[in-house]
């Protein structure tokens, strides 16, 4: 099966907290495409970041940083001292190198920040 | 330079009436793909195109959904006969090239509403 679970269906922070959004995928092909897509109020969606499945490496890019651990199938993803702009609708998503590039969205987690 | 953009942005219809959803990808985008979002749910793949030829439809619910790229930029997806199971925001994205693990930019998303 090919999947992406996001448990979380709802978090509420108070500014300047951290939080992380987990993502936990299936699949069992060697070959991968991790993404991390914003879905703002104003309902476009945003590409955040994009991981290969040889590559390992955490990424830090200003208040947001992503952990992906293949032994547990997770890619995570942390906002540090939250914003009020942070409020959204997150999405994993999932392809793979001969599919195409479709994507494989999980079901959201929806992150409100509050003053 | 501009976005992806879709046409109309919003679509009231009464069921069994057809239906023409438009997306103009980014200019010299290889890959477009169709996208149905359900509320509160992570968008699902419908169908995509390399240039003018349609790669993968698997994602269409049923013969009542169609796609064409004719000239491999301007597409359009058609639900004929809709039904109210048809209601949904379809979403277009584009990519530059084609093959997995490729960034897609998505457009603004067409709201189709059947009464």
């Known amino acids: 099966a090919q999947k992406v679970t996001q448990a979380q269906t709802e978090i509420s922070v108070v500014e300047k907290e951290d939080v992380t959004l987990d993502c936990v995928y299936e699949?069992?092909?060697?070959?991968?495409?991790l993404f991390w897509y914003k879905q703002p109020p104003s309902g476009e969606l945003v590409f955040l970041i994009r991981?290969?499945?040889?590559?390992?490496q955490n990424e830090i890019s200003g208040r947001y940083s992503w952990n992906f651990q293949k032994s547990t199938s997770s890619f995570n993803f942390t906002i540090t001292a939250s914003q009020v702009v942070d409020s959204a609708v997150y999405f994993c998503?999932?392809?793979?190198?001969?599919?195409?590039?479709?994507?494989?969205f999980g079901q959201g987690t929806e992150l409100s920040v509050k003053p | 330079g501009a976005g992806v953009s879709q046409s109309p942005r919003y679509k009231v219809t009464k069921r069994g009436q057809d239906v023409a959803l438009r997306c103009d990808p980014i200019?010299?985008?290889?890959?477009l793909y169709w996208y149905r979002q359900a509320l509160g749910q992570g968008p699902e793949f419908l169908t995509y195109?390399?240039?003018?030829?349609?790669?993968?439809k698997s994602g269409l619910p049923n013969d009542r959904f169609s796609a064409e790229r004719p000239e491999g930029s301007i597409s359009t997806l058609t639900i004929q006969r809709t039904e109210q199971r048809d209601s949904a925001m379809y979403r277009c994205?584009?990519?530059?090239?084609?093959?997995?693990?490729?960034?897609?930019?998505f457009g603004p998303g067409t709201r189709l509403t059947v009464l």
């Open positions: 994205a584009s990519s530059p090239t084609s093959g997995g693990g490729n960034e897609q930019f």
């Open positions: 699949t069992r092909d060697t070959t991968y495409y």
């Open positions: 991981r290969n499945s040889f590559d390992e």
């Open positions: 998503a999932l392809s793979f190198y001969n599919q195409g590039g479709k994507l494989i």
């Open positions: 200019s010299g985008h290889v890959s």
């Open positions: 195109f390399n240039y003018e030829a349609q790669q993968d």
